[in-house]
């Protein structure tokens, strides 16, 4: 097994050393080369060639940090792909499709990948490439959607948005009260009516336990206490539960949005 793999190695060396000599420069030809690993999802081959140009010096530094950039992107390794981007940046840019690619990868990366690589874009690039445009408005709406309308963007992302956008406006002080008010209450405010109801039933139940042991044992009966104190679990529970969930689904909503939105350029995107 390890023979074969060693030939298979050798054998795409070969083709390149072949598309150096015959067809033309050593740059233009590494770069053909390479996209022909990429586009057959070559890892092992694909990294075995990037060694081989590096370790035998057959091109610059800032087109080897390249190439490894472009490796990484493809194999879906945001923080090495980042490291090599910005040791490669003006090369970079001038590869419009990764480019691109790069910017719909990132929406489903970290917070933090996400804003060094849509803020280390250049204003002046992103308003050529008109799809590179499209992409980055996605990630700056989904960070400060009350800017934004549902109409800018492709209809089928527009319901995503609208939901998003509708998610940001809910305040923590209402989901408190309601939950305070009546138990649950909260979840529905926020959109979760399954969850209401099963709260709203969780608080019924321990509820009318502890009522009946109060009524029948009396509230310094051991047992009454302990179904007072998880009725009253319960019930904090449920406000602190609708104090966080304000903040998550907000998170949850515009994280489905960026995965959306990457499904629907990935479908139109370059092919790489």
Request: with cysteine; proline share 1%; glycine share 4%.
């Amino acid at each position: 097994m390890l023979l074969m793999k060693e030939y298979q190695n050798n054998y795409y060396l070969v083709i390149f050393i072949f598309l150096n000599l015959f067809i033309g420069s050593s740059q233009t030809s590494s770069y053909t080369f390479e996209q022909y690993l990429i586009n057959q999802r070559l890892k092992t081959d694909h990294w075995t060639y990037i060694h081989f140009l590096e370790k035998n010096h057959l091109t610059t530094e800032d087109t080897i940090h390249f190439y490894k950039a472009r490796y990484y992107l493809n194999y879906d390794e945001d923080t090495l792909f980042l490291k090599h981007y910005f040791k490669s940046k003006q090369l970079f840019q001038k590869d419009s499709c990764h480019l691109i690619k790069a910017s719909i990868s990132a929406l489903r990366w970290s917070k933090k990948s996400q804003e060094q690589w849509f803020l280390s874009l250049d204003t002046d690039l992103v308003c050529k490439e008109f799809k590179l445009k499209e992409i980055n408005k996605i990630w700056w709406s989904g960070n400060k959607p009350l800017n934004f309308s549902a109409e800018e963007f492709p209809y089928p992302l527009q319901k995503d948005f609208l939901v998003l956008q509708k998610s940001v406006k809910k305040k923590k002080w209402k989901s408190v009260l309601l939950s305070v008010v009546v138990p649950g209450l909260g979840q529905y405010y926020l959109g979760q009516k399954q969850t209401f109801y099963i709260i709203l039933l969780q608080h019924l139940l321990v509820g009318g336990m502890a009522a009946e042991s109060i009524y029948r044992l009396g509230y310094k009966n051991i047992y009454s206490i302990f179904t007072i104190g998880v009725f009253g679990t319960f019930y904090f529970s449920n406000i602190y539960g609708a104090y966080k969930e304000t903040d998550q689904i907000k998170v949850r909503y515009k994280k489905q949005f960026y995965i959306d939105a990457a499904n629907y350029y990935n479908f139109y995107n370059c092919q790489y």
